[in-house]
C-alpha cells in the first residue's frame, strides 16, 4: 500500500480545521421565527420596501398591483402582502413563506401570486429575487402578445436581450404560475400576456432595474417609429461582442448556448481536497465576501 503524501494530509487537517471554526448553521437549520428576525431579515425588508416605493414612484403599479419577493436562506422567502399599496408598506408588512407558500411570520396575508415567484425560485437557483409590475409601455406589448425588437440599444442588449412572452393564464392561480417554465432559464425579463411583466434577479433591486430598462426601451422603442424614418440596429459583428460580455457578466440571452454546454468541466487532481477547499470557500462566502475573494486569489 503506498504511503500517503505527508503534505497532502498536513493540508487536508488544516483545511478541516478551517471548516469547523468557520461553521455556520445551514439555512435549513435556522427556525422560521430566528430567520425572520434576523439581520439579514430586516435588511432584506428595508430593501422590498424601497423597490415598492420605486416601482409605484415610476407608476409601474396601481392600487394594490405588483409584488416583491427575495430568497431568505434555502428555505424561506420574504414577499410583499397582499391588498396594499407598494408605496405604503411597512416591515411588519412583509410576509416570510416557506417554499410551499405556507405564511410563517408578518401581520398580514402574502400576495396572491407567490405561486409565480416560487415556481422561478423552484427552478431557477440564480433567482434570489423577483419583481412583478404592470408597467404601461411594456405592458403594452404584453397586450399584443409581442416583444420589442432587439438590436437598437446596447444597455437593453447586455442587461435584457430578447424578453419572453408567457401564454394567459388567471392571476394567482398555478397554472398561471407555471406559464413562465419555458423561459425561466434564457429569460431575466419574461412579459405576461395581457397582464405585465415578471423579472428575477440576484436583487430585489437589480430586478427592479430590469423593469425600469425594459419599459424605457419599448417607450424609446414607440417614440423612434412615430419619427418616420428606418431604425438602425447594432451591426452583427457587434451583437456578437455584446453577447461575449453577457457571457462574463453571467447575464442569461437565449441566443447564447449555456455555459456548461461550451466549457468543459475541469477535473482536479485530488477531487476530496478540491472539496474541502470548496467548502471553506462557501463558509468564507456566508461570512463575508472580502474573505471569499481573497481565499480564491490565493488558490
Same mark, same amino acid.
Given at each position: 500500500m503506498q504511503n500517503a503524501d505527508?503534505?497532502? +494530509?498536513? $493540508? !487536508? +487537517?488544516?483545511?478541516?480545521? %478551517?471548516? +469547523?471554526?468557520?461553521?455556520v448553521p445551514r439555512p435549513e437549520e435556522i427556525p422560521a421565527p430566528v430567520a425572520a428576525n434576523s439581520f439579514e431579515a430586516h435588511a432584506l425588508r428595508a430593501e422590498i420596501i424601497n423597490v415598492g416605493r420605486k416601482l409605484?414612484?415610476?407608476?409601474? %403599479?396601481?392600487g394594490n398591483g405588483g409584488n416583491i419577493s427575495v430568497r431568505l436562506g434555502a428555505n424561506y422567502?420574504?414577499?410583499?402582502? @397582499?391588498?396594499?399599496?407598494?408605496?405604503?408598506?411597512?416591515?411588519?408588512?412583509?410576509?416570510?413563506?416557506?417554499?410551499? &407558500?405556507?405564511?410563517?411570520?408578518?401581520?398580514?396575508? !402574502?400576495?396572491?401570486?407567490?405561486?409565480?415567484?416560487?415556481?422561478?425560485?423552484r427552478v431557477n437557483a440564480r433567482a434570489r429575487a423577483v419583481?412583478?409590475?404592470h408597467p404601461p409601455y411594456a405592458t403594452a406589448f404584453a397586450l399584443t402578445g409581442t416583444t420589442?425588437? %432587439? &438590436?437598437?440599444i446596447p444597455e437593453y442588449e447586455i442587461f435584457i436581450g430578447p424578453a419572453a412572452v408567457a401564454q394567459y393564464e388567471t392571476p &394567482?392561480?398555478?397554472?398561471?404560475? +407555471? @406559464? %413562465?417554465?419555458p423561459f425561466v432559464q434564457d429569460?431575466? @425579463?419574461?412579459?405576461?400576456?395581457?397582464?405585465? $411583466?415578471?423579472c428575477w434577479s440576484d436583487t430585489a433591486t437589480h430586478a427592479e432595474w430590469l423593469t425600469e430598462i425594459l419599459d424605457n426601451y419599448c417607450k424609446t422603442y414607440l417614440i423612434a417609429q412615430q419619427i418616420g424614418k428606418p431604425l438602425m440596429f447594432i451591426p452583427e459583428e457587434k451583437i456578437t461582442e455584446i453577447l461575449a460580455l453577457k457571457r462574463r457578466l453571467g447575464f442569461p440571452d437565449a441566443r447564447m448556448a449555456p455555459l456548461e454546454d461550451t466549457i468543459p468541466p475541469v477535473q482536479p487532481e485530488n477531487p476530496e481536497l478540491e472539496k474541502l477547499v470548496r467548502d471553506v470557500v462557501a463558509r468564507m462566502d456566508e461570512r463575508g465576501p472580502c474573505c471569499s475573494a481573497r481565499l480564491k486569489l490565493d488558490i
Open positions: 505527508p503534505i497532502s +494530509e498536513q $493540508v !487536508r +487537517e488544516v483545511v478541516q480545521a %478551517v471548516v +469547523e471554526a468557520l461553521r409605484w414612484d415610476r407608476g409601474y %403599479v396601481d422567502v420574504l414577499c410583499t402582502p @397582499t391588498m396594499m399599496s407598494k408605496r405604503d408598506m411597512q416591515p411588519a408588512d412583509i410576509c416570510l413563506s416557506d417554499l410551499a &407558500g405556507n405564511i410563517l411570520a408578518g401581520d398580514r396575508g !402574502r400576495t396572491s401570486e407567490l405561486l409565480l415567484h416560487l415556481e422561478i425560485y419583481v412583478h409590475c420589442p425588437p %432587439v &438590436g437598437l &394567482g392561480t398555478q397554472a398561471f404560475a +407555471e @406559464t %413562465v417554465l429569460h431575466n @425579463t419574461i412579459l405576461l400576456a395581457n397582464h405585465g $411583466v415578471v
